[in-house]
Antibody, heavy 121, light 107 residues
Framework: QITLKESGPTLVKPTQTLTLTCTFS??????????VGWIRQPPGKALEWLAL???????RYSPSLKSRLSITKDTSKNQVVLTMTNMDPVDTATYYC?????????????WGQGTMVTVSS | SYELTQPPSVSVSPGQTARITCYGD??????AYWYQQKPGQAPVLVIY???ERPSGIPERFSGSSSGTTVTLTISGVQAEDEADYYC??????????FGTGTKVTVL
């Protein structure tokens, strides 16, 4: 069974740095063609892709947020970590991590349950 | 930046066919993917590579592509299909993008 689960703070203050961890099971990020990405969704709004890291260490970032994002992986722990600097109230959203596999192209085929992050002083 | 445009809403009676479009300049060259999201839940992949259906997704969900527009079709709509639907693709540089989302209402 493949699962992903997001963890991190539920509340951060403006200007602080957010660190989220995606812990997954049932697959390996050292397998060719596999990636894990982050997607967020502000309340009542659309999905927004943030970042993705592949088995090869190739990193991809949303052009509009690239300067604030960093994604890393720890294959031994089955974890992917996203950091976002200089948080603002507009960053309040549910943050999801999801898997990508080459067999399904660029699709996020399995998603975590999401974690709600509120940015407020 | 690259954008994918969807109609905000689609309404359909039970048993009828719902069609949701997604427009993007690069869709003639890149695959499209579709997700269903019900309130309070994570998105679920319903179509990948334009028209492929993951295991466990009902056959009433199908996808098609024509030029810069892709379409998700739900045939014989059921009450449980009421949800938000998002298309997704990538651009030539490997940047991922989601569509604006479509709310499907079953009358």
């Amino acid at each position: 069974q493949i699962t992903l689960k997001e963890s991190g703070p539920t509340l951060v203050k403006p200007t602080q740095t957010l660190t989220l961890t995606c812990t997954f099971s049932g697959f390996s990020l050292s397998t060719s063609g596999v990636g894990v990405g982050w997607i967020r969704q502000p309340p009542g709004k659309a999905l927004e892709w943030l970042a993705l890291i592949y088995w090869s260490d190739d990193e991809r970032y949303s052009p509009s947020l690239k300067s604030r994002l960093s994604i890393t992986k720890d294959t031994s722990k089955n974890q992917v970590v996203l950091t976002m600097t200089n948080m603002d109230p507009v960053d309040t959203a549910t943050y999801y991590c999801a898997r990508v596999v080459a067999a399904r192209g660029d699709a996020f085929d399995i998603w975590g349950q999401g974690t709600m992050v509120t940015v407020s002083s | 930046s690259y954008e994918l445009t969807q109609p905000p809403s689609v309404s359909v009676s039970p048993g009828q066919t719902a069609r949701i479009t997604c427009y993007g300049d690069a869709l003639s060259k890149q695959y499209a993917y579709w997700y269903q999201q019900k309130p309070g839940q994570a998105p679920v992949l319903v179509i990948y590579k334009d028209s492929e259906r993951p295991s466990g997704i009902p056959e009433r969900f199908s996808g098609s592509s024509s030029g810069t527009t892709v379409t998700l079709t739900i045939s014989g709509v059921q009450a449980e299909d009421e949800a938000d639907y998002y298309c997704q693709s990538t651009d030539s540089s490997g940047t991922y993008v989601f569509g604006t989302g479509t709310k499907v209402t079953v009358l």
